[in-house]
């Protein structure tokens, strides 16, 4: 089984947009135990998209093709699928019916234009866009077969998941594929490898992948065969050989970020949390509030920038940031303090630091960072170096690197 | 001039990466008056990779070859590259030392797999990696020309900078190419289409693309022509025209966020800025502190979530936030004024609305903004409704929606 995508779009080519079509299809497919043998990106001309096709057959047997597919005159693609398979436009009434549901539901007087996109192929079986007009294609020839999907994301990923993956997985066969996500905090790739051990027993039960990120590394397992109970008895086997020995790094065996986590623990507790950020910025604020639902943890942030912010806010004494300057472990832990005396939160978290390009020196170079807790947990601070040139890097690791502090403090974590 | 695209990786088909390699040079080159034929995205197999250079050497002359090049066991591009010229492996003593003084000027140990990165094709020119241990090469063979470059962004682009666009721009021949940004906010695109007027005369001169985003409307003209005078001339009639009738919403005539040009306006004042947030949660504060060097304009943020906070941190009345909620006019006027006062800066802004998914009523439904402004400018207050189901398009959009308040009010303009 070999399967090829075509993301078709003269936006993509100039870069205006970028294919995160592609990658989102990558992922799911791997999640369910196939792979993608090749990525072509062409733009919207007729010849670019038929020889496409007439390559990617010459490869493949399960064809995904996305865009092109809207109301517009640059949108070509459903032509191109005509002359390549050789046949004509027939009027679909079941089409023409739910697009005019759509526009009555918005409130919107139709277009002509849209009449239009009721014209479907001839031969092909056609996928119902619920989430826009474009309905989806599905050709088969010389035992390969074709799906062609609207290049919006949010309506080729409803098309991917209600019709084109459970056939890419019933053309599979019966096999059952289970996946486990282990997500970690607070340590490197490498000795994450070196303290589960044992890499080469595991790999034999699971399929194993490390994805690192700012935010830590998520551990991915896949396991896959004949029958449902010895592949989740494999994939418990590994899952408890991967855990046992890198527990207090675990945050979530789930594919969730951290600030999620935190979140879920602390709306369990009924507990409040608020933030001092100094170099990150508002950055850990916005990752809590793009939670739904985060009034429901998160008190306040404040975000002082300045030192007479710090002192007034927090009550950050005056004399400790001349005596250590505002980078430094004391005006973390005073920082952290403040926000939970002014708040009247069980928990706070703070960070100060230097995200560079500018602001290091020798002593206090780019790069490094002090974040603080103060609350039920207890106190504490801890101090870090962030190698990377980069401003927005920078605050990312500081963010999660305060972050986690914050998970240790609840769970009285030693690492 | 055909150019073509191969990215690699395996990292890219699995989705674990989103290409966003293949979309920087799309726009490089459009910059530059050339166009990207087809992206081709292969993983880390020599047969992949092999097959790939042959199909684009069958359409394209140039071909930009980007990923692989790592000094582990998985790139194999350079292998790749070998086999499909025919060539073998020289060592070449530069690159060496380049590579012995990067791990020393970073204080690191060389591990013995950096060392074979100097082994490089013998028939290839080299690129040197300013940012990294892997040299890129260029081939010529049949007239046609393939530049390999590093898969790690910051290195591709510096090499595409230093050598791969001069070197195609020359091939292009001595056409003259000009770019011109202009950034607006505050208008749909339709209207800004429809309030330009004239499109097809504009587009005589040069050539026009509209690109909406949540932080506004970008235009971007593009003019080529053999005389570089003849060009300017023309690119100037066309920028005149096309601001002409829209002055207000400009905000830039450079590609470049709103959030830096209010920066760069703030630090040629010497003024200061804090902002009260609510459901924007630390958003605004985030995107300027992203800005090198903003201790310079931005005070302070607040991320006044709960009512407490706002009463407590900016003076709300709490009889206001009872009598009108926290999500309207009065407490979006009372937020700005209060952080002005608390804060000490010359502006104030505000965002108090509902982001959702939840928290919305038939009166206030999700997308319900009200933005303040105080300080310097007088005051302003006003009331925005965004059409949008995701929490974090609409904090996006809210985010500029008050960062444009305060635009108009810097600039006194009535929009």
New interface residues.
């Given amino acids: 089984m070999r399967i090829e995508v075509i993301s078709i779009g003269d936006e993509?080519?100039?870069?205006?947009?970028?294919?995160?079509n592609?990658?989102?299809?990558?992922?799911?497919l791997?999640e369910a135990g196939m792979?993608?043998?090749?990525?072509?990106?062409?733009?919207d001309g007729l010849g670019?998209i038929k020889q496409?096709l007439a390559?990617a057959a010459g490869r493949a047997d399960y064809i995904l093709v996305t865009g092109g597919l809207g109301p517009t005159n640059d949108d070509i693609t459903r032509t191109a699928a005509c002359e390549y398979f050789g046949v004509g436009l027939i009027r679909d009434e079941a089409t023409l019916d739910h697009i005019r549901r759509l526009f009555k539901r918005r409130n919107l007087p139709m277009a002509s234009v849209n009449e239009s996109q009721a014209l479907v192929p001839e031969t092909a079986r056609l996928m119902q866009n619920d989430r826009g007009t474009a309905p989806g294609y599905i050709f088969e020839r010389d035992g390969r077969h074709y799906y062609f999907m609207p290049g919006v994301p949010y309506e080729m990923k409803a098309m991917m998941t209600a019709v084109v993956l459970p056939e890419l997985q019933k053309a599979k066969g019966g096999q059952v594929i289970l996946t486990h996500h282990i997500a970690t905090i607070g340590i490197a790739e490498s000795s994450l490898y070196e303290q589960i051990g044992g890499i080469p027993e595991i790999e034999a039960l699971v399929r194993l992948?490390f994805?690192p990120s700012p935010s830590g590394v998520r551990i991915r397992l896949n396991a896959m065969g004949e029958h449902e109970e010895e592949v989740r008895a494999r994939m418990a086997r590994a899952v408890e050989r991967v855990c046992c020995n890198i527990r207090p790094y675990i945050f979530a065996e789930r594919n969730i970020p951290l600030e999620q986590a935190l979140a879920e623990e602390l709306i369990s507790r009924q507990e409040h949390l608020g933030?001092a950020?100094s170099?990150?910025?508002?950055?850990?604020?916005?990752k809590?509030?793009?939670l739904?639902?985060?009034?429901r943890f998160?008190?306040?942030?404040?975000?002082?920038?300045?030192n007479?912010?710090k002192i007034?806010?927090l009550g950050v004494p005056e004399d400790l940031i001349a005596l250590h300057g505002a980078v430094s472990a004391p005006v973390a832990e005073a920082m952290a303090e403040g926000v939970v005396r002014?708040?009247?939160t069980d928990h706070g978290l703070s960070v100060t630091g230097i995200a560079?390009?500018?602001g290091g020196t020798p002593e206090k170079p780019v790069g490094l960072v002090y974040v603080g807790y103060a609350g039920k947990g207890g106190a504490a601070v801890e101090e870090h170096r962030v190698i990377s040139g980069d401003?927005?890097v920078n605050?990312e690791r500081f963010a999660y690197i305060a972050m986690n502090l914050l998970r240790k403090q609840l769970f009285n974590l030693q690492t």
């Fill in positions: 993509l080519l100039i870069g205006q947009t970028i294919n995160t592609a990658a989102w299809i990558g992922q799911e791997l792979e993608v043998g090749r990525v072509t990106t062409v733009g670019q496409a390559e992948a994805l933030v950020e170099c990150t910025g508002g950055l850990i604020a916005n809590f509030t793009n739904a639902g985060s009034s998160f008190e306040r942030g404040l975000v002082t920038y300045s007479e912010a007034q806010f002014v708040s009247g560079g390009p500018d401003r927005l605050k």
